[in-house]
């Protein structure tokens, strides 16, 4: 067993702080947020959260890297298992709506903080990797329905993602304002774009 080292007891740290900070942040939003403030929505001191992270955009990109990461492990363990481009899509469609639906102000805290890229260069090289990391989680879903249909796409892998990402966003939109039906569109739209983004006829 490798022997910890005060790096890898430091990384443990900024992870604690970060998931402790994260319920906070997308409780409050961008602007309304700063070192001091987390704090007094967690057990941690602001000078501990200082000590450990520079500054509130440190911090974010550092809690919305992790929380989106786990996210993308948990979507495609449950699309793998699928069989026929049907089975597919209803996973993709089922595996989006519930990960809305499990934590909606988190999906909410990332397009915040997307939007904030336009206007803080800080932001951007972050945003821009998680975009990434986004845009191809969906295009080896497309890829792979187009695998079992025995065709292939029609379309380019960032063309996929923001139509993918349109309708996510769309859906949070109105989940957020109390709308019944949001999370069943969702997994309707979804199923229903897979077949248009492939070749026709194999």
Known sequence: MRRR??????EDRRRELADAALLALAD????????????????????????????KVELITYCVRRYK?????????????????????TACADGLAAALAEAPLMHRMWYDLRTQSLYEPAFRDDVAEIDESLRDM???????????????????????????DGLFQQ??????????AALDDLRRAVRELFPRLVRLGG
Do not use: M
Request: overall charge negative; charged content about 20%.
């Open 69 to 89: 990461a786990a996210c993308v492990q948990r979507y495609e363990g449950g699309v793998g298992d699928a069989a026929t481009p049907g089975e597919l899509a």
């Open 138 to 164: 969906i295009w080896r879903n497309v890829s792979a329905y187009a695998s079992l249909a025995g065709t292939e796409p029609t379309c380019s892998s960032a063309d996929a993602y923001a139509l993918f």
């Open 28 to 55: 409050l939003g961008y602007a309304r947020t700063s070192l001091r403030t987390i704090a007094e929505h967690t057990k941690f001191s602001h000078g501990l959260l200082h000590y450990y992270f520079a500054d």
């Open 171 to 180: 859906a949070l939109l109105r989940h957020l304002a109390g709308e019944e």
């Open 5 to 10: 080292t005060p790096a890898d007891k430091f």
